[in-house]
């Protein structure tokens, strides 16, 4: 199994986790249910929703993506290629920076 697959959820988190102290819920998991493959943390409160996601399909497209939702901004970040676990994390901390000044 890929790395990035066993890994995405906790590095995730890892740089995400700055949204629980803004009044976010605990993340939802959503797992891999075929090809592509498509992983997803969700963070939620009262009127906004941040997904983290990293997508592993055919011909090498493998990503991350951010999207935050509130009612008067839709803010994406990325897809930043993450061929890498390295590249993955790098992905990661710079759409969680992105997600942060956007707050």
């Known amino acids: 199994m890929d790395a990035r697959i066993k890994t995405f959820a906790a590095e995730a988190r ?3 986790d700055f949204l629980l ?6 993340p939802l998991f ?8 498509v992983l997803t943390l969700t963070y939620a409160r009262s009127g906004a929703r941040v ?3 990293l997508v592993l ?5 493998e990503d991350v993506s951010t999207t935050l939702r509130t009612a008067t901004a839709h803010i ?9 676990a390295y ?7 710079h759409q969680a920076a992105a997600i942060r000044m956007a707050l």
């Open 21 to 26: 102290d803004a009044g976010f819920s605990e």
């Open 30 to 37: 959503h797992g891999p249910e075929g090809h592509p493959v």
């Open 87 to 93: 590249q993955m994390r790098r992905a990661l901390d």
């Open 14 to 16: 890892q740089r995400f």
């Open 76 to 84: 994406e970040t990325g897809p930043t290629t993450a061929h890498t």
């Open 57 to 61: 399909a055919h011909m090498g497209e």
């Open 51 to 53: 997904d983290v996601s």
